[in-house]
């Protein structure tokens, strides 16, 4: 079979041919009078095998020894490609996301994405410094993608900067809010939490509300936390049972009690909250330091219910926890007094 045959049953160019010719890796059996190369059945046999293992990321050269060295074994090699590929698929993926990110800011002009450019490389900074000063400073007729923010914030582990990030993502009035709730339900949960709380922090975006009540079953204490204090200073009542575990827990308790103050501004939420809170004194598991806690909380609330509850602690078995409530009832006198 000459040569043109050859290509056009394989599939491989002559040019590529003559190359394997040359190299020594595909070498026509015979020739014919008049020079030409002709390829048997063994040597299109070896050219598929080529074409095979060039598919498979193999170098010429490898494929040459993997042909023709029986010690050549491919364990070794193949892994070499599995890491090879994996890296390659990284980078490419980095730059899809690279090229996402401009493409969502819009640009105009070659500045305009040579701008932005400059922006991801300063986020990606080793300086905790440079990459906050990217975010509060950004160059001069540039913002910052909520894309490009969405994954800063997903990756940063410096508090500062992600406060930062968080803040510049806020500002870009709810955008971002689908791209965290895709990762809100994440196997690693620091990125739930970073998500969530990006979240909580523009609870008026578009469906943040709807991820921050599905965050409330997270099997994350601090995922959970977050969501509910979110959801309570916006008066979603589902956050007051969490909201109520957090003060029996210690866990931000004083935040979870504003909360639950803000949440007692519906009469009715407020009555079930307190009735929570004075479930929760009456456990038999609860210590005086948990219980001077839901003492504490009992004040935030509005509602005669709260301060029948609080005055009736007044005159509570542990002296610690009544004088609490003591000096709390005179507090709640203060206020009806000026309110009169």
């Known amino acids: 079979m000459l040569i043109g045959d050859v290509a056009r049953h394989s599939g491989v160019s002559t040019r590529m041919l003559r190359h394997y010719d040359a190299i020594g890796l595909v070498q026509p059996t015979g020739r014919t009078v008049g020079g030409y190369r002709e390829y048997s059945a063994e040597d299109v046999r070896r050219i598929f095998h080529v074409e095979s293992l060039r598919s498979l990321g193999l170098s010429l050269k490898q494929i040459g020894r993997a042909l023709e060295d029986p010690a050549f074994t491919p364990s070794a090699l193949v892994s070499d490609l599995i890491q090879w590929t994996e890296d390659r698929l990284a980078r490419e993926q980095e730059l899809l996301e690279r090229l996402r990110v401009i493409d969502a800011s819009a640009p105009t002009g070659w500045q305009d994405v040579l701008r932005v450019v400059e922006l991801m490389r300063e986020l990606n900074s080793t300086s905790p410094a440079r990459r906050q000063q990217a975010v509060l400073t950004p160059s001069e007729g540039v913002s910052v993608p909520a894309e490009l923010l969405v994954g800063a914030i997903l990756a940063?582990?410096?508090?500062?900067?992600?406060?930062?990030?968080?803040?510049?993502?806020?500002?870009?009035?709810?955008?971002?809010?689908?791209?965290?709730?895709?990762?809100?339900?994440?196997?690693?949960?620091?990125?739930?939490?970073?998500?969530?709380?990006?979240?909580?922090?523009?609870?008026?975006?578009?469906?943040?509300?709807?991820?921050?009540?599905?965050?409330?079953?997270?099997?994350?204490?601090?995922?959970?936390?977050?969501?509910?204090?979110?959801?309570?200073?916006?008066?979603?009542?589902?956050?007051?049972?969490?909201?109520?575990?957090?003060?029996?827990?210690?866990?931000?308790?004083?935040?979870?009690?504003?909360?639950?103050?803000?949440?007692?501004?519906?009469?009715?939420?407020?009555?079930?909250?307190?009735?929570?809170?004075?479930d929760e004194l009456a456990a038999p598991t609860a210590d005086s330091e948990t219980r001077i806690r839901l003492t504490q909380a009992l004040v935030e609330l509005e509602g005669t219910t709260a301060q029948e509850i609080l005055r009736h602690l007044a005159h509570d078995k542990d002296r610690a926890v009544a004088l609490v409530a003591s000096a709390l009832v005179g507090v709640l006198d203060e206020r009806t007094d000026e309110d009169s």
Not at 222 to 229: C, S
């Open 156 to 278: 940063e582990s410096d508090p500062h900067v992600a406060g930062a990030l968080r803040w510049a993502l806020a500002r870009a009035g709810g955008e971002g809010v689908a791209e965290l709730a895709a990762v809100a339900r994440s196997e690693d949960v620091d990125i739930r939490r970073r998500a969530v709380l990006a979240i909580a922090e523009m609870p008026e975006g578009p469906g943040a509300i709807a991820v921050l009540a599905d965050a409330l079953g997270d099997p994350d204490a601090t995922v959970r936390g977050r969501a509910a204090l979110a959801l309570g200073r916006q008066g979603v009542a589902a956050a007051g049972p969490t909201l109520v575990g957090m003060v029996v827990e210690g866990s931000n308790d004083v935040d979870a009690a504003e909360a639950l103050g803000t949440l007692s501004k519906d009469p009715e939420c407020g009555a079930r909250i307190a009735t929570a809170l004075a």
